[in-house]
């Protein structure tokens, strides 16, 4: 691998050598100035583009790296170690953390906004007995690449995430299919991958992150009034009224009560000041915020909204595309799990869910009356064992 010592040497040399061409061509010059300034300038350019080289090559290079570290958390009041490095897949580096052998099968897990691949450490502890436990920093978090946002944020899209997500779970696996486990937007991505590519999935495990479909049912039904008050945030970023201000003002306050000071069960004992420094540092990564809005700019409202309307038939009965792919292929195992009391998502969402399953009996739902949006830091052995029980079912 060429290093910046070996380009800056290059570079050295080639100017050499134009120096010393000028200086042989400028012998012949009465006026010794002009050789003076060619002279001058040439050795000014080397230690310009020297300088650039040794600015710029560094980080570029580290962002290749692919060094495996280690690290530890507190779990339950007990330090457990994991390890972390970055893995690239097309044109998105992702950062994750994992643990277990890697020849086992691989359960991949995807956070919501706005969390951290550090959501799951309960999860890849439990896990990693039997599996290659991973979570990964959803694209734009933390320190995963944040892409520049496109004509309607395409690039944020469920799909496109999707697909991202699922090419990436197939390069960690070596193309052997996998378990995929979200929550909120992870849980989004992980209903589009399963949607999209069933052929690549062991099985999909959603916790508090509704079908598509049967959220923007909720979302654009004004008779409920427990949705449409929990969908206000929503509608605030899609219209600009909520920017990354309104989430980074004073020391990230309205993250800060979401996640920290509204905790209920064990949260309180997974958000040590080590974990809540992790999150505050991903919170203050410049356009990281902004980043995780963008999942939200890039819903076509104007599109959905029609599916919904008084005349239009049942959407689970609507046989017309794009409707099809919402469905999940028969052999498809799918657990959700679902805190009833969630501050952002009505829990008659997944009302009709079993009419998304060509085959009902591959879905598993269970709801849990005392639990919140976030249930896997409320119980993360109530998720852990429902997730185990599911999987032995398989």
Known sequence: MTTVQDLVASIKAYIQIGIEQRHENSMSMTDSNIKEATMRFLSNLYLI???LLLISLPARAEQCQSTVNKFTLILAGKKVAFKTGFIESGRMRYRYIAKGDQTRPLMLFLHGFPEIAEAWAH????FSR???AVAIDMKGANQTTIEPNTPNYSNYSSAQLAKEVHDLGLKISNGKKFYVVGHDWGATIAWNIGFSFPESLNGLVVVNGAHSLLYFREYFNKQDPQQYVAADY???IITGEYTDQH???????ELRTALFENSRGQSRRFFTDE????YLNYWATPGSVNAGMHYYRAINFAALEPLYSSSAPPIHLNPAEPLKKYHLQPGLKTLVLWGQQDQYISSQVNTGLENFFQQPSDLTLKRFPNNSHWLVHESPDTVNREIEEFLKGQ
């Open 49 to 51: 583009l020297s300088s």
């Open 247 to 253: 989430y980074t003002s004073d020391n990230f306050r």
């Open 123 to 126: 999860q890849i502890k439990h």
């Open 130 to 132: 039997d599996y290659y």
């Open 234 to 236: 929503i509608r605030k």
């Open 275 to 278: 974990m809540k420094q992790r």
